[in-house]
Nanobody, 124 residues
Framework: QVQLVESGGGLVQAGGSLRLSCAAS????????MGWFRQAPGKEREVVAA????????YYADSVKGRFTISRDNRKNTVYLQMNSLKPEDTAVYYC?????????????????WGQGTQVTVSS
C-alpha cells in the first residue's frame, strides 16, 4: 500500500518561505514521477509542480515559476517543494501525489496516490 505523508505547511507572511516535504512508502519511489498540487477554498485542485523519476525534468505552473522549486531525494524516498516569495494567493491545501509512471504528468486524473494535504496560509 502506497503512503504519502506531507509536512512543512504553516502560516507565513507574504514574501516569506516554506519548504514542504513528502515522504513516500510502499513502492519503489525512485522509478516514479511525483507532483505537488494545491486547492484553495472554492477552487479546483491544480498542479503546482512535478518532477520525473530521476529529478532531471521538472514542470511548474506559470503562477509559481521562478518562486517554487521541486526536488527529490531518492535515497530518502522524499520529494520537496521549496516555496519562496510567497503571496497571499498561494494560500491553499497542498497535496503530494504520485502517478504510476516515471514521466511527468500534469493533470489530477493521472495521479493514483495522494497524501492527506498540508495547509499553507500566507498573510498579507
Amino acid at each position: 500500500q502506497v503512503q504519502l505523508v506531507e509536512s512543512g505547511g504553516g502560516l507565513v507572511q507574504a514574501g516569506g518561505s516554506l519548504r514542504l516535504s513528502c515522504a513516500a512508502s510502499g513502492r519503489t519511489f525512485s522509478t516514479f514521477a511525483m507532483g505537488w498540487f494545491r486547492q484553495a477554498p472554492g477552487k479546483e485542485r491544480e498542479v503546482v509542480a512535478a518532477i520525473n523519476w530521476s529529478g532531471g525534468i521538472t514542470y511548474y505552473a506559470d503562477s509559481v515559476k521562478g518562486r517554487f522549486t521541486i526536488s527529490r531525494d531518492n535515497r530518502k524516498n522524499t520529494v520537496y517543494l521549496q516555496m519562496n516569495s510567497l503571496k497571499p494567493e498561494d494560500t491553499a491545501v497542498y497535496y503530494c501525489a504520485g502517478p504510476s509512471s516515471g514521466r511527468i504528468l500534469y493533470t489530477e486524473r493521472d495521479y493514483d496516490y495522494w497524501g492527506q494535504g498540508t495547509q499553507v496560509t500566507v498573510s498579507s
